[in-house]
């Protein structure tokens, strides 16, 4: 899709503001004309008769010109701006939204910084167009074809001399334009690349800091600095070598004029007042044009800022959703993968023939190292990404046929790295039900054991908590993203090293409250501390993608021989201790139906239920 066609359906929605618009333009065209006409009556009509009687008419009619002039171009920026703001706005709501329909796969190959460079300067650099310039083309355009039009009336050998340096402007314009559009390419790729810098550096102030970078950052921000600067230089090199030839060639016009002019006031076919109006014409006439030539600068500029913007609006979701997703009213839990393979688009296949599966109900944790595809695993169950092979079930209903929505409303994860937003600590914890209560939100956290430390602060549950949460230490915001988790009130829990980030004291009371969170939940536990999963139903071993072993911690620990004793031995010690013989009173059952249904919002408000 070319620029015009783009920006003409940007336009569409506004339809009765641009003809308002173009009305006010075509207004001012017709006004700003009369201006050389009235210096031509004042010429020929009262200076050169010295018939000063007539000066006040004139005057009046020269204010009153000026006057339509301020009026005509005050309503048309009131109408252009209206219209340029509602339509940045609306293009910036298009590609944010447009940002969180793409899959995660965009985001694995697109910096942060080329998004925001998009975001606000690219749209910013078609603002300045549409709102400053492109109201201004149908004014020169108008202007452009009155005045040729008025010119050949008047005087066509005038008419022809002036129209003869309009060639002159396209010559300039077509020398040029190539260069800048190149320059500008270079210019956007720079600011990305700086966009990305600052953002992850700002993100990472801590460990800069910590590491006392502070110099080696400055110095290193110069350098890139430095790298986008020469683009920048050559493209205002490139852009006043523009203009002031476009400059130069007017000049040269008005003054061909002037001496044409002469010549003909002296062969008696011109009166000076004439000559001065047909001057006063062509200068209005050369600065559209050299306008017209300035504005293709800048519609190359904004022509590559709706190139990298269509690159992104155009794009579709590689996670797509089903035309007639399916309804189910009440989900279980229960989750199969049969022979999945994954592959991300760089690099081997992560799984391949994967199959489990996950009774509802059952706390299953999937240990291993790292890459040996655990959190491709949850990505995969969340649609975040779609398996390249097999199907994943959820009630044995194909989970590319539920909307995404349904499906993840209906998952509680809790990630390793806690994500909180900028807002209140309630705020935080009905993120992912916005409708939950007050009196849910602080069940959830007397659950998540966010309630104490959150009555401490000044505001309670209205605290401000700071953009990414900084005002709260690493465990606390453990904690809340757990209190997140809770208050959705899921049929399946996810937990990724949900207590990596804890001291000793805490986790095991958070281990409480995780017990009754995930009370008749099917419940999948990602962990690297194996002492966090010994009370699992199912332990799942994998390793490259494929499952090594599986059962509960007292069928694995027996096999000496195998992975699970192996990992044991490197966290326990040299000699893994054998289970106690009550073990199995001081843990769930293992057999699935002796699960109690689900907790509710209500039971974790109650201490004994929520601690025990």
């Not at 694995?108 to 167009?129: E, L, N, V």
């Not at 009155?146 to 001399?161: E, F, G, Q, T």
Request: with cysteine.
């Amino acid at each position: 899709m070319n620029t015009i066609r783009r920006i003409r359906g940007w336009l569409a929605p506004y339809k009765r503001w641009v003809v308002l618009a173009s009305f006010f333009t075509t207004l001012g065209v017709l006004v700003n004309m009369q201006g050389p006409l009235i210096v031509q009556g004042l010429v020929d009509d009262v200076v050169a008769p010295q018939r000063w009687d007539r000066l006040p008419l004139f005057a009046s009619a020269f204010a009153a010109v000026l006057m339509a002039q301020a009026l005509i171009g005050f309503a048309n920026t009131l109408v252009v701006g209206h219209v340029g703001q509602r339509l940045i706005r609306e293009m910036r709501h298009q590609l944010y939204e447009r940002l969180q329909e793409l899959s995660l796969s965009f985001y694995d190959k697109t910096h942060t910084g080329a998004i925001i460079s998009r975001m606000m300067d690219d749209i910013g650099a078609i603002q300045t167009f549409i709102t400053g310039q492109t109201f201004t083309i149908l004014t020169d355009l108008g202007t452009t074809l009155a005045i040729s039009l008025l010119l050949v009336s008047r005087n066509w050998r005038l008419a022809l001399m002036v129209l003869l340096f309009v060639p002159l402007y396209g010559l300039n314009f077509r020398f040029f334009m190539k260069q800048i559009r190149a320059t500008n390419q270079v210019i956007r790729e720079k600011m990305d690349i700086l966009f990305g810098h600052l953002k992850e550096k700002l993100d990472g102030v801590m460990v800069v800091k910590a590491h006392a970078r502070e110099a080696a950052e400055v110095s290193g921000f110069v350098l890139e600095l430095e790298d986008a600067h020469g683009p920048r230089v050559q493209e205002v090199r490139l852009r006043t070598a523009f203009s002031n030839l476009s400059a130069a060639i007017s000049g040269l016009g008005t003054a061909s004029i002037f001496g044409a002019g002469a010549f003909e006031v002296i062969q008696g076919r011109m009166t000076p007042g004439e000559v001065i109006s047909t001057a006063a014409l062509a200068a209005m006439l050369f600065g559209p044009i050299a306008r017209l030539a300035d504005l293709a600068y800048v519609f190359e500029q904004a022509s590559a800022s709706v190139d990298r913007l269509g690159e992104i609006l155009d794009l579709k979701p590689d996670v797509a959703e089903p035309e007639n997703p399916i309804q189910i009213d009440d989900i279980q839990g229960q989750v199969e993968f049969d022979q999945v393979g994954f592959s991300y688009q760089i690099g081997p296949k992560v799984l391949s023939q994967f199959s489990l599966n996950i009774a509802a109900g059952q706390k299953l944790a999937l240990v291993g190292p790292t890459g040996c595809g655990k959190t491709t695993i949850i990505s995969l169950l969340m649609r975040f990404y779609d398996a390249t092979e097999g199907q994943i079930r959820l009630d044995g209903f194909p989970i590319k046929e539920l909307s995404s929505a349904f499906l993840r409303q209906r998952i509680g994860i809790v990630p390793q790295e806690p994500v909180v937003f900028r807002g209140t600590i309630s705020d935080n914890i009905r993120y992912g039900r916005p409708q939950a209560t007050q009196e849910e939100v602080e069940a959830a956290a007397h659950a998540a054991l966010v309630h104490d430390f959150t009555m401490e602060l000044n505001d309670g549950y209205e605290t401000i908590v700071g953009e990414g949460g900084h005002k709260l230490s690493q465990g606390q915001r453990q904690r809340l993203a757990i209190a997140r988790a809770i208050c959705m009130n899921p049929r399946l829990v996810i937990l990724d090293e949900a207590t990596s980030s804890l001291d000793t004291q805490s986790e095991a009371l958070i281990q409480k409250a995780l017990r009754n969170l995930l009370s008749g939940r099917t419940s999948i536990i990602i962990a690297h501390r194996l002492s966090t999963v010994v009370d699992c139903d199912q332990i799942v071993v994998l390793e490259q993608g494929q499952i090594l072993q599986q059962g509960s911690h007292r069928e694995l620990i027996t096999d000496q021989a195998g992975k699970y004793y192996q990992l044991c031995q490197k966290q326990f010690g040299l000699k893994v201790k054998p289970i106690s013989a009550d073990f199995t009173t001081a843990h769930p059952a293992h057999d699935r139906n002796d699960y109690p249904s689900p907790v509710s919002l209500q039971d974790l408000k109650t201490p004994s239920r929520r601690l025990s």
